[in-house]
């Protein structure tokens, strides 16, 4: 039979940190690249526009969609975390009644 094993408050510490990063760096990194791309579609128009985006339009789209899987694991860790915190009390409640039974 397997052995499973987490420390649940490091999950929970690394899950605070990926959704810092999240919350914080990507979010700020975000805001100053939409700013730049606003720029860029003032600053040209005709073919030279029309390959930047055929090329790179959706370089923001991408932006985002990293954005949204830091958050699906910050929420996958969250959600081990908690699912072990729950296993290990009933396994705690389960042995002290098996205790007290004797």
Same mark, same amino acid.
């Given at each position: 039979?397997?052995?499973? %094993?987490?420390?649940?408050?490091?999950?929970?510490?690394?899950?605070? %940190?990926?959704?810092?990063?999240?919350?914080?760096?990507?979010?700020?990194?975000?805001?100053?690249?939409?700013?730049?791309?606003?720029?860029?579609?003032?600053?040209?128009?005709?073919?030279?526009?029309?390959?930047?985006?055929?090329?790179?339009?959706?370089?923001?789209?991408?932006?985002?969609?990293?954005?949204?899987?830091?958050?699906?694991?910050? &929420?996958?860790?969250?959600?081990?975390?908690?699912?072990? %915190?729950?296993?290990?009390?009933?396994?705690? &409640?389960?042995?002290?009644?098996?205790?007290?039974?004797?």
């Amino acid at each position: 039979m397997p052995f499973l %094993r987490i420390d649940v408050e490091t999950v929970e510490a690394l899950a605070a %940190r990926v959704k810092a990063e999240r919350d914080g760096t990507v979010t700020d990194l975000l805001g100053r690249l939409r700013a730049i791309n606003a720029e860029l579609d003032s600053a040209w128009d005709g073919p030279a526009e029309s390959q930047f985006q055929a090329t790179y339009g959706d370089w923001i789209t991408q932006l985002e969609r990293y954005s949204k899987t830091l958050n699906n694991v910050y &929420q996958y860790l969250i959600s081990v975390a908690q699912n072990f %915190r729950e296993l290990d009390e009933a396994a705690r &409640q389960a042995a002290a009644g098996a205790a007290t039974a004797q």
